[in-house]
């Protein structure tokens, strides 16, 4: 059984920043893709970043310039660092990881999800 826990959600002030956690647990063989996503109220699930086995990068251009997304293979973990909040950063941030648990299957997770708001 593989398990996404997110950590580090909050209230924080326009300007300010946050540090987001997801580390994944479980009968783990290896991790291909890592990344997180995010939620508002009325709205679809839209990526925020995303980063390679080989730490390739994607990011939404919404958050370009702002947000770092890391990763620590030996711990099976991502990390989203969100700087210059926004009051529209405001979201539930979910992790997302592909992971194989044996060599031939590879299966995407998600976390539970952690709640980003950002006050004006």
């Known amino acids: 059984q593989v398990q996404l826990v997110e950590s580090g959600g909050g209230l924080v002030q326009a300007g300010g920043s946050l540090r987001l956690t997801c580390a994944a647990s479980?009968?783990?063989?290896?991790?291909?893709?890592m990344g997180w996503y995010r939620q508002a109220p009325g709205k679809q699930r839209e990526l925020v970043a995303t980063?390679?086995?080989?730490?390739?990068?994607n990011y939404a251009d919404s958050v370009k310039g702002r947000f770092i997304i890391s990763r620590d293979n030996a711990k099976n973990a991502v990390y989203l660092q969100m700087n210059s909040l926004k009051p529209e950063d405001t979201a539930v941030y979910y992790c997302?990881?592909?992971?194989?648990?044996?060599?031939?299957?590879?299966?995407?997770?998600w976390g539970q999800g952690t709640q980003v708001t950002v006050s004006s």
């Open positions: 479980g009968s783990i063989f290896s991790i291909d893709d």
């Open positions: 980063m390679t086995s080989g730490s390739g990068t």
């Open positions: 997302n990881a592909a992971i194989r648990t044996e060599p031939i299957f590879l299966t995407w997770y």
